[in-house]
Structures are given as C-alpha cells and as structure tokens.
C-alpha cells in the first residue's frame, strides 16, 4: 500500500510541477553562490539568507499545515513554501519539516538536516555537498542537478524521488532506500553503497562507468524486482566489467533468495508475505556458492580453501603415519570372493608401520609391484 501511495504522489506532483521550474541553471555571483533558477520568484532569490525568526516561522507553518491537511498536503497545494535560490549554509534543520518546500537552488553548504524530513521538496540544483542527511526523508523530491557529493546519506529515504543528473561522488548511501528513484545520468563516482535498496527504474538507471568505482556493489540488494540490477549487470558485461559484472551477480542472487511475496487469506486475514525460496534452498547457495565464492565475486576463494584442506590432510595424514600406535598404518584387506585364490589372504595385512619415508617399504613395494604386473599382464593379454 506504501509504494501504492508512493507511485501515486510522484504522479500528481509530476503534473503539479510548474512549468520551466528545472529549466538550465545559472550561477550568480557571490561570497555564498546560489542556483539562478529561471522560474523562481521567491523572496530569497539570489541567495538571501533568511533571518533565524523568519526561518522559525517558515519551519513551524509548514509543521501545521502538515498536521493539519496530512502528509501529503503539497500535492493538492500548489501555494507551497518558496525558499528557492536561498542561502540556509550552516542552518540547523536536525529533523525539520521542509516537506513540499521549494528548495530550488538553494545553498545548503555546512547546514545539519540529519531526519529532516523533504519529501515532496523541489531541490533541483540545490548545493548539498558534505551535509548531513542521515535518516533524512527524501521520498519523491526532485533532487535533478542537486550536488550531493561527500554528502552522507547513510539510512536515508529516496523513494520515488527524482535523482537524474544529480553528482553522488563519493557520498555515503549506505542502507538508502532507492526504490522507484529515477538515476539516469547520476554520478555515483566513489560512492558507499553498502546494504542500499537499488529497485531502481530499468528505463532510468545512473552512469555505468562512474557506478564501477563505487564501493560495496555487491552487497546493494532489491527488494521486489531485479530488472534494474539485471540491466545494469548487462551494461557492465557489455562494457567489459567483468568484475563489477560479477559483484551485481552476487548482489542479485542474495536478494533472490530473500525474496518474499505477498499473500492474501481472505478478507478476514491481513495479508502476509512468504519467502519464495525455502530455507533448504537458500542454505545450500549460502553454503557452496556464497560462503566459498561470493557467487564468483570471489573466484580464487575456492582454490585457497582446497589448497588450505590439502595441507591441513597432508599434516594429518603424516602425523597418522609418524605415530601410528599399534594398529595404525596402511592395511590391505584382501576380498573375500576373489577368483585368484592363490594370492594374498584371509587375514588383513599391515604394508606399513609409520612414515612410509623412515620406515622399511618391503611389503608395501611387492604389494604394488604384483598389482602392477597383473596390470600389465592384462594389457598384454
């Protein structure tokens, strides 16, 4: 019901969004630079700082009107809060309600939004880099041009928002949620991307060469539809990225098996989901294609783990032999129903005592050399 809700919001407030409000940025000169937005007309434009008051009251009108006309008060409400080309650097909005705010163009340079919540906000060609904005709600924003580089957006809420061209060099996106977030021609150059949702859109997805350098692919995970990811994995194969081919492979096989569906017991029962895969399942690609190889991520993983159990054995097996106590060694163990009665004997035979190298091999020699002459005589034969 939430991404239901969600799909919807980004609908309306695609139809809501006035007309050349992202048209081509300008830079306007100044100790704090702002944004020229060609549609703003607010009352900060050109990078006016507004007062701590007048900040105050903007923050607690939108907390009202947000209590008032619930969450989603912007899409029916084109009067929304103008703060487009303003200067908030180093402003402390820890938590604030910006939600539906526009924010086109703004300066956010040193400011603290950690759980700030600006979902529905316009910040297109808004200046973010290195801010705080963990935890922060940015569902169905339009983020287009925003620079976010060395912001930290670790935890935070992309859902639906509109992310096209915006520089995410290395940012921290760490457990960010990236459902239905639109990423063509983003720049995740360097970026963390370590346990973040990537359902992204297939028809929207960021540049492939700048998303090789970021860091933990492997471990971003979908939680409904793989079509973003798989396609991504095909951009890399085809651009030659055998390794970043190979990190989304794992990342995709991961998700997989903790795969869920949604099902409905009738109308007296709420719904539920159930794992499509079962725990048998998803033990055994744990067990022999994730923990040995990170499904290829890895690929010389399996080699070490078989070089590591040869010597491990090899020890054993040469311990066993220097000490071999009373009944240790190699032992032959003639069958029962043989043809060649003539040979061997009922009574198990002991071909060595202790380590073949330092000890006499007599019966272990004329062991092999009989089974090597019934060999050849068969050959000849």
């Known amino acids: 019901m939430e991404i239901r809700l969600i799909v919807f ?4 407030s695609q139809l809501l969004a006035p007309v050349g409000a992202f048209g081509p940025p300008a830079r306007v000169p100044g100790p704090r630079a702002a944004w020229s937005i060609p549609s703003c007309n607010g009352k900060y434009k050109g990078g006016l700082k507004p007062s701590p008051e007048e900040l105050a009251d903007i923050l607690k009108k939108n907390e009202e009107e947000t209590k008032t006309l619930g969450r989603w008060w912007w899409l029916y409400n084109p009067s929304r809060t103008n703060l487009c080309e303003a200067d908030l650097g180093g402003a402390n909005l820890i938590r604030a309600n910006l939600s539906g705010v526009d924010l086109s163009g703004v300066n956010f340079m040193g400011a603290h ?11 297109s060609h808004a200046q973010l880099p290195g801010v705080d904005l963990s935890a922060a709600n940015l569902s169905i924003a339009n983020l287009t041009g925003a620079n976010l ?8 809420h ?25 990423l063509k021609g983003a720049g995740l150059s360097f970026a963390h991307l370590e346990g973040a949702v990537f359902d992204v859109l297939p028809d ?33 194969r085809d651009l030659g990225l ?8 794992c990342a995709i096989r991961r998700s997989e098996l903790r795969r869920t569906r949604w099902v409905f017991s009738g109308l007296l029962h709420p719904p539920g989901s159930v794992p499509l895969h079962g725990r048998v399942e998803q033990w055994m690609n744990y067990v022999f294609f994730d923990l040995t ?9 399996p080699l070490i783990i078989v070089g590591f159990l040869f010597i491990l054995f090899s020890v054993i097996y040469v311990f066993a032999q220097m000490f071999p106590g009373q009944s240790g060694g190699i032992w032959v163990v003639w069958e029962e129903n043989r043809i060649a009665k003539t040979e061997g004997g009922d009574v198990p035979q002991r071909l060595t005592e202790g ?21 050849l005589a068969g050959r000849d034969g």
């Open 9 to 12: 919001a980004v609908l309306i």
């Open 149 to 156: 580089s060395n912001a930290n957006l670790t935890g935070a």
């Open 158 to 182: 992309l859902v639906g928002a509109n992310l096209s061209g915006v520089g995410f060099t290395r940012a921290n996106l760490a457990g960010a949620q990236l459902g239905l977030a639109k």
């Open 204 to 236: 929207s997805l960021p540049d492939p060469i700048g998303l090789s350098f970021a860091e933990g692919l492997e471990s971003v995970k979908f939680s409904w539809s793989p079509v973003g990811l798989v396609k991504l994995r095909n951009q890399f």
């Open 293 to 301: 190889c990170q499904y290829g991520t890895s690929a010389e993983c």
């Open 242 to 249: 055998r390794t970043q081919e190979r990190q989304l492979t």
């Open 355 to 375: 380590f073949p190298s330092s000890r006499p091999q007599g019966r272990l020699r004329r062991f092999l050399n009989l089974k090597a002459k019934k060999i």
């Open 113 to 123: 939004l950690t759980g700030a919540n600006l979902s529905g906000s316009n910040l």
